[in-house]
């Protein structure tokens, strides 16, 4: 479990993430990003539709706990074990596998936006008390987010993986070594 961070805290590192992982981003071209293999058979438009599931379930989750109700993370008849969220995990890849790369995108930025709105509506007292949410169990709110913090970290360097690896276009390459030149 992290240490205890601060309402502001949490939210900056959500925000160093995921501007860290779309600088990483505007490295790949559109079909860097739609190539298989970058996680297992994923390619980087399933990481990022994974990233914007995984904010969803968090605002489906609060938004329930907000009208009285008491989510059941991380999803009906499934729990934290590692085997549970990999059939989580599958389910969201086969959900959203054949959606186009600009609707994965749009939503992923969508999804975010509204997330952090989300965050930074959350009173600090309530991200930094351990055991205000049912859902959460016995942490605050803030080893969530940080969880969310290190998710986007997660994706970015898989996304460095995929641009070290060679295995990206050479338009992409030529043009990262024009941006290095200038």
């Known amino acids: 479990m992290p240490k205890q961070i601060s309402k502001a805290q949490a939210i900056e590192k959500l925000e160093t993430e995921r501007r ?3 600088q990483n981003l505007t490295r790949l071209s559109q079909d ?4 298989p293999g970058v996680v297992g058979e994923w390619s980087v438009k399933d990481v990022l539709a994974h990233l914007a599931s995984w904010e969803r379930f968090f605002l489906d989750w609060y938004a329930a706990d907000q009208r009285g109700e008491t989510p059941h993370p991380p999803a009906p008849g499934l729990t934290w074990k590692p085997k549970d969220l990999d059939i989580l995990n599958q389910r969201i890849f086969v959900k959203h596998r054949d959606r186009s790369l600009s609707k994965i995108l749009a939503e992923f930025r969508n999804i975010h936006k509204r997330f952090m709105a989300t965050v930074q509506a959350i009173p600090e007292k309530d991200i930094v008390a351990k055991a205000r949410f049912a859902w959460i169990g016995k942490s605050a709110m803030y080893s969530w987010l940080t969880a969310y913090a290190n998710h986007d970290r997660w994706a970015k360097e898989k996304v460095r ?5 060679g295995r990206v276009s050479t338009k992409t390459k030529s043009s990262q070594t024009r941006r290095r030149r200038s």
């Open 20 to 22: 860290r992982l779309e």
């Open 32 to 35: 860097d990003m739609i190539q």
């Open 161 to 165: 993986e995929r641009f070290k690896s």
